[in-house]
């Protein structure tokens, strides 16, 4: 792996942590980084001894502070029409990585950043974490994925409120809405983060990979085709070492040792 501008990655038991590192700009996301969060995760999906990744803010204060604001100023509408559509591809791709990314939510989450967040599988937030899409504040709407996500997450209702007002809101009530999955001590933020990664790398992994394809499949088609490609993928864990395993474990009474095959 190469050293990256604004990205640290490190791994550590199979967890793969990536810190999104421009603490000085509160780690805005401007083209350089989402170019190495791209690269990174080219990389990480030819890498299967990364079983799950994190991601994370540098410095105290912030997971993302959104899109950076300087660099969007001058955009033309042709500009801003790309770059939204850079960074769309960018965090679908996390969206689809086919194994389980979880964010490590440790302060502000706004606009870009909690369209990041969002693009995760699973949102852990710190006690000091802020979740908000501002973009209307700077008359723009949300360009990351932020009006189609957030309403994938908390409802309409409250999504519509979020986008309109701009509104920040604190990890307690993130919880409540449903767009913090967990809420923990600061000091604690990472650990939550690495105790639930271990916990799914226990599981199966094919039949994590393939729920998490389900969900994803299934949340954009209706439900008659959501619960058919549910089958297709329960019929193909029978062609698995991991099913037999799996089984095998539980009729005899002990812990599953499952390889991914
Ligand atoms: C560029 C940013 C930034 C951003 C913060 N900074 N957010 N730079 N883009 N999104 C910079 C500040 O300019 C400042 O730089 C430094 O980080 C510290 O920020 P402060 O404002 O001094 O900190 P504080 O007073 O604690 O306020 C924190 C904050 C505020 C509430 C998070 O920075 C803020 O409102 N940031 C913008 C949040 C936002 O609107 N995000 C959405 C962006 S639009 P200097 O050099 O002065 O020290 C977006 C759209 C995505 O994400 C879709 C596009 C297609």
Redesign the pocket.
């Known amino acids: 792996m190469r050293d990256y501008a604004n990205l640290l990655f490190e791994v550590a038991s199979g967890v793969g942590i990536i810190t999104i590192n421009r603490p000085?700009?509160?780690n805005?996301l401007n083209y350089d980084t989402l170019q190495e969060l791209n690269e990174l995760f080219d990389q990480l999906a030819e890498d299967q001894t990364v079983k799950t990744v994190i991601i994370t803010g540098g410095g105290e204060?912030?997971f993302v502070?959104?899109?950076?604001?300087?660099a969007?100023l001058p955009m033309s509408a042709v500009e801003?029409r790309k770059?939204?559509k850079f960074?769309q591809a960018v965090f679908n791709k996390i969206e689809n990585f086919p194994r389980p990314v979880i964010a490590a939510i440790n302060g502000?989450a706004?606009?870009?950043?909690c369209?990041l967040a969002m693009a995760c599988d699973i949102r852990i937030a710190s006690e000091k974490a802020k979740f908000g899409q501002?973009?209307v504040?700077?008359g723009?709407p949300?360009?990351?994925g932020g009006t189609q996500r957030l309403p994938r997450l908390v409802g309409k209702g409250r999504a519509k409120e979020l986008l309109f007002t701009g509104d920040m809101i604190d990890a307690a009530e993130a919880y409540r809405i449903g767009l913090a999955n967990q809420v923990t001590a600061p000091e604690d933020l990472l650990n939550a983060a690495k105790t639930m990664a271990q916990k799914i790398m226990t599981r199966g992994p094919v039949a994590v990979e393939l729920c998490k394809a389900a969900v994803n499949e299934g949340l954009d088609v209706d439900l008659e085709s959501g619960v058919a490609f549910e089958a297709e993928v329960f019929g193909l864990c029978f062609a698995t070492a991991d099913q037999k395993e799996g089984m095998a474990a539980f009729v005899e009474k002990r812990k599953a040792v499952f390889t991914g095959k």
């Open positions: 000085k700009a509160l805005a204060k912030s502070a959104g899109a950076d604001i300087t969007m801003g770059w939204a960074a502000f706004l606009g870009g950043g369209e501002p973009e504040s700077l723009i949300p360009g990351f």
